[in-house]
């Protein structure tokens, strides 16, 4: 049984009064975030009924063209019966046109997948294949199937954005404007307001399912290949600070003689030994 006196702080179980802890200085910015619960984990429900936890301050800035989006999904959707049939068109839908709102409802769903975690509206750790339409890849970390949460993202894309106009130019991915290599990472959420404005055009027109199936399908296809090409940016992007962060190793191991001795030696191609025996106070030794 456990002595009371050290569930109640006053025997050998508590620290002595008089230390004095270390206390993390805090910014004024930090401390208004922490304390007005911005930064609070809350319960978000996307509009396909997906649960997710965000950040209580965070938005997606394409969520209400989404809801649009899936209400009118759904209504379409509603005009299906078990076996395929519809009523206004007096028949059963083609595999086709099946095959159609399947992309479309998938692919929106990818898409709010995407932006939700580019937003901070989805932090979840992902255990299972996030994507729908995307989904064909399996589920295993670290590929791209696990996309990371949001401060990771931005992380990585100021780190990479810095990193890239400091590359030689014939060098860079990311090339337009200053913001490139954020607008990389982030496309989805910087590019999609277009084409979501053209999908809800498409919707307000359409004159039944069939319309409604042809008038969006290849737009939803473009919202796809923004993530796809988000995608593949975060994959250059963790590959590339990685090589960063190897090349920084290097610099500081050419001062170490036991290093400098297993990179010449042993480990590092002629290409590298040669880079780093030329720098300003290496102490790569001479054989």
Not at 78 to 92: C, F, L, M, Q, S
């Amino acid at each position: 049984m456990v002595d009371p006196t050290i569930l109640s702080g006053s025997g050998l179980g508590s620290s002595p009064p008089n230390i004095d802890p270390n206390i993390d200085q805090l910014t004024d910015v930090q401390k208004l975030l922490l304390n007005g619960g911005l930064l609070q984990q809350t319960n978000h429900v996307d509009p396909f009924g997906n649960t997710s936890t965000a950040y209580a301050g965070m938005q997606n800035p394409h969520d209400a063209s989404i809801k649009e989006i899936a209400n009118a999904i759904n209504s379409q959707k509603a005009k299906i019966d078990a076996n395929g049939y519809v009523a206004e068109i007096g028949r059963n839908l083609t595999a086709q046109e099946l095959d159609n709102m399947r992309v479309i409802e998938d692919g929106m769903k990818d898409f709010t997948f995407m932006t939700n975690r580019q937003s901070g509206m989805n932090i979840d750790n992902l255990t299972s294949n996030p994507w729908k339409l995307i989904g064909g890849v399996n589920f295993q970390a670290p590929t791209m199937d696990v996309i990371p949460g949001v401060s990771e993202m931005l992380a990585m894309s100021s780190a990479m954005n810095r990193m890239n106009y400091a590359m030689n130019a014939n060098q860079r991915r990311f090339t337009e404007g200053p913001c490139a290599a954020v607008e990389g990472v982030f496309g989805a959420i910087y590019k999609a307001g277009a084409i979501l404005a053209k999908i809800l055009a498409a919707i307000a027109s359409a004159v039944g399912l069939l319309s409604f199936l042809t008038g969006i399908l290849n737009l939803v296809k473009q919202l796809v290949g923004l993530v796809l090409n988000d995608i593949g940016n975060i994959g250059y992007t963790l590959a590339s600070l990685k090589q960063k962060a190897f090349a920084a190793l290097l610099d500081l191991l050419r001062q170490d003689p036991c290093l400098a001795y297993l990179l010449e030696t042993f480990i590092a191609g002629a290409g590298i030994v040669s880079i780093l025996k030329g720098k300003p106070g290496s102490t790569f030794p001479s054989f």
